[in-house]
C-alpha cells in the first residue's frame, strides 16, 4: 500500500462481467419478462398466438414511446406528470383540425407543436421559474386535460380517413408485429444512444446524483432539464396521435390516467424516482413486462381490477428488490456492509 | 493488552479490530485505549483507517475480529443507537441537526421531557438547555431555530446533547476543520471542561498544533493497523509524521521557482453586493496568487464568480485577453479556466458515481466525437490522469465517495487538470487531506506552475499561503486590503491585514 515508483494500474471494472450483469437490475426485469412469458406460454392456452404480440404491441406502444423521455427525465430527478392530458391535448388538436378539414399529416404536425409547447411551458415554470416539477406538472396535467375537454367537450371526432386509421393498425409485412414497433424502436434507440453514448446523456446522470457537482462541472443544469421537458412534451403528442388514429377517435379524455402506467414501468425498469440511475434497457423490459402481463392474465379472464392489484404489487415488488440488490452491493464491494464475502480477488 | 500506564482502567478499548469490504482491507490492527479524563488524539493519513474506526465505535459498523470492551465488558453493537445508549457520543464534522427546529428541540429529540397526558414539557426542556450551555461555557440561544447557526455552534449543540445523554465517550472525528480561530478556542474549552468532568474524549484532526495544544496522549495509525501510542509531552511534530507515513517527509512546501511569464487572468472592478466589492487583481502564468483571509470573507464567492458559477453585478474578467461570460461555466472552462472548488464532496465530484466518469466529467466534450462518447474513451483517459496523480484504487468504476479524502483530492484534480486550462483556482485543496497527499498536492501545484499554468490558491492555512505562494492577495470583509509579495509575506503580515480592513503601508 505505501507508494512504490512504478505507475498503478487500473482495471475498468472492480467484478467481472457476469457479476455485474448478475447484480443489475435490468438483468432482473429481463429475467422476469421472460419468466412470465414462459409461464403465460405453458399456463395460458390463447396467450401462444401471433395475435397476442399484436395486440399487446398496439396496446402498449404510447407507454413504450412515452416511457422514453420520462426515463431521462426522471434520471434528472425531475417527473413529468402531464404527459397523459398533452396525449389528450395532441389528439383533441388532430380531431378538431380534422373536422375542419385540415389533412392528418398536417394536423398531426401542429398536434406535434401543441405538444412541444405544452413541455416547453413544462421546462420554462420548472428551469426559468424554479418551481419543483411535481407541482408544476400536478398542475399542468389539469390545465392540459382541461383544455383538451373544452375543445371538444364530451362528444369526440370518428371520422378519420381509413388510410391513416389503418396504418396505425397495421403490421410489419406478412408478421403480427404493428408497424408501429419500428417507431418505437428506431426512437427507443434515439433515447438510448441519447442517454447512454452522448456528452448530453452523462449530463443527465450528473445532474440526477448531484446536480451543483453537475454545475461545478459545466453541465447547463437548467438548458438540459428544459429540453427534456420538451422532448417529453413532444413524444407525448407524437403517443397522442397514434392513439387517436389507432382507436379512431379523438377525445378529450383519452388516455386518462395514462401517466401513472408509464411511470410505473420506468420504475419498475430500474430507474431510480431519486435520478440518477438507470438503464433504458431496463426500461423497455418493464413496460414489455407490465403489458405482457396484463395481456397474459385478460386472456385467463382475470378482471381489471385484479391485474390492477397484480401489477401495482409487482411494482413495490420491485422496488424492495432494488434496495435489496443495493444491499447486496454493498455488502459486496463496498464499506458499509457486514461481515461475510469472502476475498475473492486478491493478488 | 495494557498499553496504559496509568492507574485507571480505560473506559474504551480496541484491540486487534479487523474489518474487510469484499476484497477490500480498510482495518487490520485496530488498537486503541481511551481512558477517562484524558483527550486522545489519533491521527494518520486519509485512508490509515481511522474513519473506519470510528465508525466501528459508533456502531455504523460491525467488526469482523478484534475486541471491543467498554468499561471492561465486550460490547458488540450492531447500530448507533446502541452505541449512544451505552454512553458513547460522536461528533462529526458537519452536525446533522434538524434545521428548522429550536435548539431545545435538538437537544431533546426522540426522548422530551413529559407531563401528564404526554404533553411535553417545554419549561423543563428550556431550563435543562440554559443548565448544558452554561456548564460548557457558552451563550446560544435555546430558543433560536439552528438554521443559521455557524457549524461551531451547530457542534457545541450535538456536544451538549452528548452531555445530557451523560455520555462516557465523546469522538470528535475533524471537528475544527470548519471552524474559525477564536471558535476552535471555545470548543477546545468545551473538551477541556469534559475531560475534568472525567470523561473519555477521541479528538481527530490533520493540524498538529491542535493536537499539541488539547491532547494528552496521541495514537498513530498507517494502513488500516495501530502504529504507537505515545504521552504527547515525549513526542514531537517529526516523530509523529515520521510514524504516519513511514517515511521522512522531506518538506512539506517544496516550493520551485517558477518562471513568470504574461498576464493570464485578469480581473477588474468585480463587484456583487453583499459578497465583495471592487475585486481587481491579475495572475501571470507560472505564479501562484494565494487568496488569504479569514473564513467567510468571501474569496470562495470571487472565485465562483470569476468561474461563472455565480452571478456578479459589475466588472469584468479577461482571460488570454478575451472577456469571460458571466454565468456560464461551460464558457469559462472552453477559455481555459478550471475550478477546484471548496466543497469537494458536494460541488467537486459526483460523489455516486465512479472514478473514471467524475475524472471525464469536466471533458466530456472533448473527448466525444460529434457529442458521441463511450465508456472506453472515458476509461483511456481517466487511467492516464489516475496515474498521474497516483489515485489509490484499483478499478476505475469504482464509486468516488468511497475513497478516503485524500483520493478523492486528486480525482478532482485530475478531472481539472485533463482540461488543460491556463488559470487553475483551488480552493482550499488541501483541507481534511493527510500530510503526505499534502505535500503531493503541492508538489504538483508548483510543478505546474513551472510548467506555466497561472495558479488561484484558496487557503486558510497559512503555512500554505506562506509555502506556496508568489504573492498574497488578503481579502478582508469583500475586498482586497493587501498585496504581499513572497519576499515580504509573513505570518504577521497576513494575518494583521486579514483582520484590518485598512493597512497602513
Known amino acids: 500500500m505505501t507508494g512504490t515508483t512504478a505507475a498503478r494500474t487500473y482495471r475498468d471494472y472492480s467484478q467481472p462481467l457476469w457479476r455485474r450483469l448478475l447484480i443489475s437490475r435490468e438483468a432482473a426485469v429481463i429475467g422476469a419478462l421472460a419468466l412470465v412469458i414462459i409461464v403465460s406460454m405453458i399456463s395460458v392456452r390463447a396467450f401462444a398466438q401471433p395475435i397476442t404480440i399484436t395486440y399487446l404491441f398496439l396496446d402498449i406502444a404510447p407507454i413504450l414511446l412515452i416511457a422514453l423521455p420520462m426515463t431521462l427525465v426522471i434520471i434528472t430527478g425531475e417527473i413529468d406528470l402531464s404527459v397523459a392530458s398533452i396525449v389528450g391535448l395532441s389528439s383533441v388538436t388532430v380531431g378538431v383540425l380534422h373536422q375542419n378539414g385540415v389533412p392528418i399529416p398536417a394536423a398531426a404536425l401542429v398536434a406535434l407543436l401543441v405538444g412541444l409547447i405544452a413541455g416547453a411551458i413544462n421546462g420554462a415554470l420548472i428551469t426559468m421559474v424554479g418551481l419543483p416539477s411535481l407541482a408544476v406538472t400536478i398542475g399542468t396535467l389539469a390545465l392540459y386535460r382541461g383544455l383538451a375537454v373544452g375543445l371538444l367537450g364530451t362528444t369526440a371526432v370518428t371520422e378519420f380517413n381509413k388510410f391513416w386509421t389503418d396504418l396505425a393498425k397495421s403490421k410489419i409485412g406478412e408478421t403480427a408485429i404493428p408497424s408501429v414497433v419500428i417507431l418505437i424502436v428506431v426512437l427507443a434507440l434515439v433515447f438510448g444512444i441519447l442517454l447512454h453514448f452522448t456528452t448530453f446523456g452523462r449530463g443527465i446522470f450528473a445532474i440526477g446524483l448531484s446536480p451543483e457537482a453537475a454545475r461545478f462541472s459545466g453541465v447547463n443544469v437548467e438548458r438540459t432539464k428544459f429540453i427534456l421537458f420538451m422532448l417529453s412534451g413532444i413524444v407525448s403528442a407524437l403517443a397522442g396521435i397514434y392513439y387517436t388514429l389507432r382507436f379512431g377517435s379523438a377525445r378529450g379524455d383519452n388516455a386518462t390516467g395514462l401517466e401513472l402506467s408509464v411511470i410505473a414501468a420506468v420504475l419498475l425498469g430500474g430507474v431510480s424516482i ?30 381489471s381490477d385484479v391485474i390492477n392489484v397484480i401489477t ?6 420491485s422496488v424492495v428488490g432494488t434496495s435489496f440488490l443495493a444491499w447486496v452491493r454493498n455488502k459486496r464491494a463496498r464499506p458499509g456492509g457486514t461481515k461475510g464475502s469472502s476475498p475473492t480477488a486478491t493478488g | 493488552m495494557s498499553i496504559s500506564t496509568k492507574p485507571s482502567a480505560p473506559t474504551l478499548e480496541l484491540s486487534h479490530i479487523a474489518k474487510t469490504f469484499g476484497s477490500v482491507v480498510a482495518l487490520t490492527d485496530g488498537t486503541l485505549a481511551l481512558h477517562p479524563g484524558s483527550i486522545h488524539a489519533l491521527v494518520g493519513e486519509n485512508g490509515a483507517g481511522k474513519s473506519t474506526l470510528v465508525k466501528i465505535i459508533a456502531g455504523l459498523y460491525q467488526r469482523d475480529g478484534g475486541d471491543f470492551t467498554l468499561e471492561g465488558t465486550t460490547v458488540d453493537f450492531t447500530s448507533t443507537a446502541q452505541s449512544k445508549s451505552a454512553g458513547i457520543a460522536v461528533i462529526y464534522q458537519e452536525p446533522t441537526l434538524f434545521p428548522d427546529l429550536s435548539v431545545t428541540e435538538n437537544i431533546f429529540m426522540g426522548r422530551q421531557p413529559v407531563k401528564s397526558l404526554g404533553r411535553i414539557d417545554r419549561k423543563r426542556m428550556h431550563t435543562e438547555a440554559l443548565g448544558l450551555f452554561e456548564r460548557l461555557g457558552v451563550r446560544i440561544d435555546p430558543d433560536r431555530p439552528t438554521q443559521g447557526l455557524s457549524i461551531a455552534d451547530q457542534q457545541i449543540i450535538e456536544i451538549a446533547k452528548a452531555i445530557s445523554l451523560d455520555a462516557k465517550v465523546l469522538v470528535m472525528d475533524e471537528p475544527t476543520a470548519a471552524l474559525s480561530g477564536v471558535e476552535v478556542e471555545r470548543l477546545f474549552a468545551v473538551a477541556r471542561s469534559l475531560r475534568d468532568e472525567g470523561r473519555a474524549l477521541l479528538f481527530i484532526s490533520h493540524r498538529f498544533e491542535e493536537v499539541f495544544e488539547l491532547c494528552d496522549t496521541v495514537t498513530i495509525m498507517r494502513d488500516g493497523a495501530y502504529i504507537a501510542t505515545s504521552p504527547i509531552a515525549e513526542t514531537t511534530v517529526d516523530e509523529i509524521v515520521r510514524q504516519m507515513v513511514g517515511r521522512d517527509v522531506a518538506e512539506l512546501f517544496p516550493k520551485i521557482d517558477a518562471p513568470i511569464g504574461d498576464e493570464v487572468l485578469v480581473v477588474s472592478g468585480l463587484t456583487e453586493p453583499g459578497e465583495f466589492h471592487d475585486i481587481s487583481f491579475s495572475v501571470r502564468s507560472g505564479e501562484i496568487v494565494a487568496l488569504a483571509g479569514l473564513v467567510g470573507a468571501g474569496r470562495s464567492e470571487i472565485a465562483r464568480a470569476i468561474f461563472g458559477v455565480d452571478p456578479y453585478k459589475a466588472g469584468t474578467v479577461t482571460i488570454n485577453g478575451v472577456r469571460v461570460p458571466k454565468r456560464n461555466p461551460a464558457a469559462a472552462m472552453n477559455l481555459g479556466l478550471a475550478l477546484v472548488p471548496e ?9 455516486e458515481s465512479s472514478v473514471g466518469k467524475n475524472a471525464t466529467l469536466a471533458i466530456r466534450s472533448a473527448l466525444a466525437k460529434f457529442g458521441f462518447i463511450t465508456s472506453a474513451v472515458e476509461n483511456a483517459s481517466a487511467r492516464t490522469w489516475a496515474q498521474k496523480l497516483e489515485v489509490k484504487t484499483s478499478a476505475l468504476d469504482t464509486e468516488v465517495g468511497t475513497l478516503s479524502g485524500g483520493n478523492q483530492q486528486k480525482v478532482v484534480l485530475a478531472k481539472w487538470l485533463a482540461t488543460n486550462p491556463s488559470l487553475l483556482i483551488v480552493d482550499e485543496p488541501t483541507r481534511g487531506i493527510d500530510v503526505g497527499t499534502k505535500a503531493e498536492v503541492h508538489r504538483l501545484l508548483s510543478e505546474l506552475a513551472v510548467e506555466g499554468l497561472a495558479i488561484i490558491m484558496i487557503s486558510s492555512e497559512l503555512p500554505e499561503v506562506l509555502g506556496m505562494a508568489d504573492r498574497v492577495l488578503v481579502v478582508h470583509e469583500g475586498r482586497i486590503t493587501a498585496e504581499i509579495d513572497r519576499a515580504d509575506a509573513t505570518a504577521e503580515s497576513v494575518m494583521f491585514a486579514a483582520t484590518h480592513a485598512e493597512v497602513a503601508s
Open chain 1, 274 to 303: 431519486f435520478g440518477g440511475r438507470g438503464a433504458l434497457p431496463g426500461v423497455l423490459a418493464g413496460a414489455l413486462l407490465i403489458g405482457t402481463l396484463a395481456s397474459a392474465l385478460r386472456l385467463a379472464n382475470v378482471t
Open chain 1, 312 to 317: 401495482g404489487t409487482l411494482l413495490i415488488a
Open chain 2, 343 to 351: 466543497d469537494r464532496r458536494r460541488q467537486g465530484l459526483v460523489l
